[in-house]
Nanobody
Framework: QVQLVESGGGLVQPGGSLRLSCAAS????????MGWYRQAPGKQRELVAT???????KAADSVKGRFTISRDIAKNTVYLQMNSLKPEDTAVYYC???????????WGQGTQVTVSS
């Protein structure tokens, strides 16, 4: 099972930026899909962005044009660059890795992002 460790969360003012990192315990080259999800207090966990083994990316409508998912295969790390942050982006952000289409996903422990003035 892939172990995932997130970092980079924190407190930022509206309009600011943060970059989250997700370090995997092994090679991410052949992992079917990796992604970022978030969960705000009292709400369900929701998809933020994903990246497949081919490098194809997808983002939720609420973050399109503001958030970008990317990966560094040499570092076994997936990133989430978050720009123009809004208070409604406040949540715990989780990294996910699904090794194959039929394999159960692994999750990181989460990192808190708070957008507030």
């Amino acid at each position: 099972q892939v172990q995932l460790v997130e970092s980079g969360g924190g407190l930022v003012q509206p309009g600011g930026s943060l970059r989250l990192s997700c370090a995997a315990s092994g090679s991410i080259l052949s992992i079917y899909a990796m992604g970022w999800y978030r969960q705000a207090p009292g709400k369900q966990r929701e998809l933020v962005a994903t990246i497949t083994s081919s490098g194809s990316t997808k983002a939720a409508d609420s973050v399109k044009g503001r958030f970008t998912i990317s990966r560094d295969i040499a570092k076994n790390t997936v990133y989430l660059q978050m720009n123009s942050l809004k208070p409604e982006d406040t949540a715990v952000y989780y990294c996910m890795a699904q090794p194959t289409l039929v394999t159960r996903a692994s999750w990181g422990q989460g990192t808190q992002v708070t957008v507030s003035s």
